[in-house]
């Protein structure tokens, strides 16, 4: 049964971060204004915070955290040049 668990927890670690590259790709191509980089960066969190809390007590926190760390740092960078294109443009 914990094998069971620890496999599909990492499947969902691997859906997750599938999807926040997919969305992060998707951001990168659009304007986002500081109000929606919030709501992007809050559900990023959530989404994130809820993948840890169901984490089988057997996976060591080192090994997903080295896969989460390039997607945080995309994130980082994807909302910051969104958000300065935003702000580029309405001072032009």
Partial sequence: ???IRHQEWIHDLQD???YWNQELD???RRK???DE???IMDSFHKNMDFLLLRRPADIVEEDFIGQLRPLLNKLDSSLAMALCSVKF???T
């Fill in 37 to 39: 980089c919030s709501e």
């Fill in 89 to 91: 443009e309405n001072t």
């Fill in 32 to 34: 986002v204004d500081s």
């Fill in 1 to 3: 049964m914990d094998e």
């Fill in 26 to 28: 998707d951001i990168s």
């Fill in 16 to 18: 997750f971060i599938s």
